[in-house]
């Protein structure tokens, strides 16, 4: 698919004469080249010449150059600069440290540095209770990274996956007020890994594992989850299943099937995957079948070194075998957290009656949702340019933001499913559509709501 987005923004300064028609072409030369434009700026002007800034989203980096020659074709005009607006934003990092406190006298700093801030220590020296009320602990929390598995990118390593968990901190204070910092391992070794984060563990209120491969994720999760006293959280996994869960719950209701009546074909048995999967099985949906880049999961398969064991024990009740678009006949439901383009229009038309696609690769779904709305009820993806985003937003700042609150230690199940109802029950009965089965990103209820629900998990252990 080639459509334009934000993420491929340009803004191109442009010289030409002032004639009234000028502006006209550089707009026509943008709208012709099929990008969307979103702004012309005049910045300097005289009688002689006008400087205007040509601002659009494109599709791709080489959809931004063709827009670029295409101005440049405008009679009388001069091209002398492009920027990419996403490298712009994302100059010096997105991230600051900014303090709580002013120092801007003796006394200031009497107590927010020595001698007063010894007593502080001391204090928790003697409680180490007190490190939750007398530092950041009690509102920080850990984005650990070993760039193995960044976005749809791959194994890019620490250094490249620096500006997604910038990005994921940014949305902790954006979302839920929660201070969150970045931290990228220089190591993909499982036990450095769960060393690492378990010696810096004690500044943090909890952790949040990102973008670790699969199956290595589950080991470094299971094994930080024994070791240390507050919540560890893959959100990879559990994000994705939370919010799943969320907008299956609100699908049901358009389609009127029940979940345990369900047959569910997925596409994705890594870390994603096996969380959904594992999630939608607690609410009683027992039939589904996953499939990956080798087909069919199940325990007889000769090649499944890396699919957990709970994939291989726990789905494909019925034994199938074969490709997944002859797994997709007949399905209720289809979850794709995998590659581009693995499923066709043929497939989803063989899907059961009033079918649900959630097609949720980023940036390119597991097939076009316009297609897949041909023949599907109800139609989710991942994107923000299409209904139905099914984004991690929804959920992760909530739940951290009830766990610090609750001073949590652990997350279970049932912290899972409250989340997920929570988001649920942001779309009201009276609002629920096939275009509106989760709430958006912005919504200022979600975060809150999903931090009640955890919470009240959280203090009923």
Same mark, same amino acid.
């Given at each position: 698919m080639a459509n334009n987005s934000p993420g491929y923004a340009i803004t191109l300064r442009v010289e030409l004469s002032p004639d009234s028609s000028s502006t006209a072409g550089l707009a026509q030369a943008v709208i012709d080249s099929g990008a969307a434009l979103t702004a012309l700026d005049v910045v300097e002007?005289?009688?002689?010449? +006008?400087?205007?800034?040509v601002t659009c989203d494109t599709s791709d980096p080489d959809h931004a150059e063709s827009v670029t020659a295409a101005i440049a074709k405008v009679p009388g005009a001069t091209v002398r600069k492009v920027s990419d607006r996403t490298f712009l934003l994302h100059l010096g990092g997105k991230l600051e440290v900014n303090p709580k406190v002013p120092l801007r006298t003796r006394d200031d700093l009497s107590r927010a540095y020595t001698p007063g801030v010894a007593r502080i220590c001391m204090a928790i020296a003697e409680n180490p209770e007190d490190a939750r009320r007398l530092t950041i602990k009690r509102n920080t929390v850990a984005v650990v990274t070993d760039g193995s598995a960044v976005l749809g990118l791959g194994n890019i390593g620490p250094a490249a996956a620096l500006p997604v968990m910038e990005g994921k901190a940014a949305l902790f204070k954006r979302f839920a007020d929660v201070d969150a910092w970045p931290v990228c391992l220089d190591t993909q070794?499982?036990?450095?890994?769960?060393?690492?984060?378990?010696?810096?563990?004690?500044?943090?209120g909890g952790i949040n594992l990102e973008d670790i491969s699969a199956p290595r994720c589950f080991e470094v999760e299971a094994r930080l989850r024994?070791?240390?006293?507050?919540?560890?959280?893959?959100?990879d996994q559990h994000g994705t299943a939370i919010v799943v869960l969320a907008a299956l719950t609100n699908a049901l209701k358009i389609v009127k099937k029940k979940p345990e009546d369900l047959r569910i074909v997925m596409s994705g048995a890594g870390a994603a995957g096996t969380a959904i999967a594992q999630l939608l099985s607690e609410t009683g949906m027992k039939d589904i079948t996953a499939y990956d880049s080798r087909g069919a999961v199940h325990p007889d398969r000769e090649d499944s070194?890396?699919?957990?064991?709970? +994939?291989?024990? $726990?789905? $494909?009740?019925?034994?199938?075998?074969?490709?997944?678009?002859?797994?997709?006949?007949?399905?209720?439901?289809?979850?794709?957290?995998?590659?581009? $383009?693995?499923?066709?229009?043929?497939?989803?038309?063989? +899907?059961?009656?009033?079918?649900?696609?959630?097609?949720?690769? $980023?940036?390119?779904?597991?097939?076009?949702?316009?297609?897949?709305?041909?023949h599907a009820a109800v139609v989710a993806t991942g994107r923000s340019d299409y209904p139905n985003q099914i984004n991690n937003v929804l959920a992760f700042p909530g739940?951290?933001?009830g766990l610090l609150d609750a001073s949590s230690s652990k997350i279970t199940t049932e912290t899972l499913l409250a989340a997920a109802n929570a988001i649920a029950s942001c779309v009201d009965d009276a609002q629920v559509n096939a275009s509106f089965i989760v709430p958006s990103v912005f919504d200022p209820r979600v975060a809150p709501a999903v931090a009640k629900a955890v919470q009240a998990v959280a203090n009923a252990k």
């Open positions: 002007s005289s009688h002689e010449r +006008m400087v205007v800034d070794d499982v036990d450095e890994i769960v060393r690492t984060v378990q010696i810096l563990a004690p500044q943090y024994e070791l240390l006293d507050i919540p560890v959280f893959h959100d070194e890396s699919t957990s064991q709970w +994939m291989l024990e $726990n789905t $494909n009740p019925r034994g199938v075998t074969g490709t997944l678009g002859e797994g997709l006949a007949g399905a209720d439901v289809f979850i794709g957290v995998s590659a581009p $383009n693995v499923i066709t229009e043929t497939d989803v038309a063989s +899907m059961a009656k009033d079918s649900i696609v959630f097609a949720l690769a $980023n940036p390119d779904p597991e097939i076009d949702p316009v297609i897949a709305a041909k739940i951290f933001r």
